[in-house]
């Protein structure tokens, strides 16, 4: 059973860069996609992007400029970057894999991490 | 982008009673719709995949139907524990969500 862990800065400035990591436990990186997904407070979610074990990504088109999602082999684990942040950008976010079958399902969920842009 | 709407946004229900959302798309997505329940302060859980799949461990009194642009998720016997805000997601492109539905018992 592939667990996932995350940490990162919670409280951020305007201007600044957030950085989330997600590390894999119980799976290795290999053969699956390893996506980002965010939901402001109280509303609902919304797909950042993703990555695969071959390096290849997507994103979101509405936020394609200032997000890069990147591997840690080594360390099986991916990290999100999106920068520069806004108050727009305050949300819980989570790391997910993609389920096995092909269906572009998210089987296997980090706990999230809230993130808060303020002055 | 492929949008999303369901119906009801809200609802409450009693145990025992059959509930179902429905999800709508704005063009057909082949299957490719997914379903999810959230509890606050928790990560969404997955229940349904490619519209008719039950996730492994998922209780059987859950299920998902339909095709083309309209779906829908069946609680046939609603428990205490089913509470919670459902989301529809598509992954036939650029993956989008639905707005959620809210379940009250």
């Known amino acids: 059973q592939v667990q996932l862990q995350q940490w990162g800065a919670g409280l951020l400035k305007p201007s600044e860069t957030l950085s989330l990591t997600c590390a894999v436990y119980?799976?290795?990186?290999?053969?699956?996609?390893w996506n980002w997904i965010r939901q402001p407070p109280g509303r609902g979610l919304e797909w950042v992007g993703e990555?695969?074990?071959?390096?290849?990504?997507h994103y979101n088109p509405s936020l394609k400029s200032r997000v890069t999602i990147s591997l840690d082999t080594s360390g099986n684990r991916f990290s999100l970057e999106l920068s520069p942040v806004t108050a727009a950008d305050t949300a819980t976010y989570y790391c997910?894999?993609?389920?096995?079958?092909?269906?572009?399902?998210?089987?296997?969920w980090g706990q999230g991490t809230l993130v808060t842009v303020s002055s | 982008d492929i949008q999303l709407t369901q119906s009801p946004s809200s609802l409450s229900a009693s145990v025992g009673d059959r509930v179902t959302i429905t999800c709508r798309t704005s063009?057909?997505?082949?299957?490719?719709l997914n379903w999810y329940q959230q509890k606050p302060g928790k990560a969404p859980k997955l229940l349904i995949y490619?519209?008719?799949s039950l996730q492994s461990g998922v209780p059987s009194r859950f299920s998902g139907s339909g095709s083309e642009t309209d779906f829908t998720l069946t609680i046939s016997s609603l428990q205490p524990e089913d509470f919670g805000t459902y989301y529809c997601?598509?992954?036939?492109?650029?993956?989008?969500f639905g707005p959620g539905s809210k379940v009250d018992i």
């Open positions: 997910a894999s993609r389920h096995p079958s092909g269906s572009g399902s998210y089987v296997n």
């Open positions: 119980g799976g290795s990186l290999s053969g699956h996609y």
């Open positions: 990555i695969h074990r071959s390096g290849s990504t």
């Open positions: 063009q057909n997505i082949n299957g490719y």
């Open positions: 490619a519209a008719s």
């Open positions: 997601q598509q992954s036939y492109s650029s993956p989008t």
